[in-house]
Nanobody, 122 residues
């Protein structure tokens, strides 16, 4: 059983950057594929990006490609989401998730954090 705790959310202005962290415990972190999802008010939770267990491969949603970067530190059991050039459309609760296989579907991931709020003001 893996526990995931996100941190780093907050209120920023459009154009700013923010880095989210997701700390894992209770499992072998380096075995898991990790992903970030987000959910804006009134919308479904959507895929942001994922990273392979070794960190050698990443995938991003078109809406964040070129602005967001996912990296992981297996020695620290932590995955990060670096977000640059933020816009108001990035406002959402951001969740990290852990699973055994790469995928854009929520069903690909077995463990979820509680989420951290990111609000981007204009």
């Amino acid at each position: 059983q893996v526990q995931l705790v996100e941190s780093g959310g907050g209120l920023v202005q459009a154009g700013d950057s923010l880095r989210l962290s997701c700390a894992a415990s209770g499992g072998t972190f380096s075995r898991y594929v990790m992903a970030w999802f987000r959910q804006a008010p009134g919308k479904e939770r959507e895929f942001v990006g994922d990273i392979s267990s070794t960190g050698s491969s990443t995938t991003y949603a078109d809406s964040v490609k070129g602005r967001f970067t996912i990296v992981r530190d297996n020695a620290k059991n932590t995955v990060y989401l670096q977000m640059n050039s933020l816009s108001t459309e990035d406002t959402a609760v951001y969740y990290c998730a852990a699973g055994w296989a790469i995928g854009r579907s929520r069903r690909a991931y077995d463990y979820w954090g509680q989420g951290t709020q990111v609000t981007v003001s204009s």
